[in-house]
């Protein structure tokens, strides 16, 4: 089996906020709890239920989990536009004989729906996975670098035991990203083909 370049997901490969906005806009009309919606999108990155616990009592969150997620089937799929170079990097990855995988904290599902909706092909997917928890899927799909926008995905990479790949155009800067580990750390993916041919010369 090729060897593999895993990808998050949420600003790594698309910029998900206008319609995680909109998502968050719509719990706030339906429940009637204040979700500040820009605040929220200004940290995507770590698990659902962690945002909501900053919005709702403990007891509700499994409930607001269910509701929230219904509504980002309709809000939060069309706004969303991939971020600055990842239509390239996929296909670099592909052009280089290796797999793309996607190893993500949002449910696998909704994930798909965005790479659907946006035509970004990815050879596997896998969600509800943070930090740590992401390491066993790296592992497991053969995954060599894995590229994510968060402090979090440098630590699964760390986890894994591959270099991870730090793109900052999500809430953690260049020096987060490194001072997290991170081998390279990109502007954006635009640079990532150039990035990718220099890390696969002799491996």
Known sequence: ?????????????IDSRPGIREAYR?????????????LAVSRLGPPLRTELGYWFP?????QTVVTYRALYEVHAITPSVPTAGAVEALAAVR???????????KLGRLARLHLDHLGMPVDELAGDLFAEGKASALVE???????????????AA????IPGIGVATGPCSEADLRAAGA???LEDL?????LLAEITVGS
Do not use: C, K, N, Q
């Open 95 to 105: 052009a280089a004989g290796l797999r793309t995988v996607v190893v993500t904290s």
């Open 1 to 13: 089996m090729p060897g593999a370049v895993g990808f998050d997901l949420d600003m790594t490969l």
């Open 183 to 185: 081998a390279h750390v």
């Open 190 to 194: 635009s640079v990532f083909p150039a």
């Open 58 to 62: 403990a007891e509700e969150i499994e």
């Open 141 to 155: 799909h053969g995954v060599r670098w894995y590229v994510g926008d968060h402090v979090a995905d440098m630590v």
């Open 26 to 38: 719509a719990l706030t009309a339906r429940t009637g709890v204040h979700v500040d919606a820009d």
């Open 158 to 161: 760390r986890t894994a035991g």
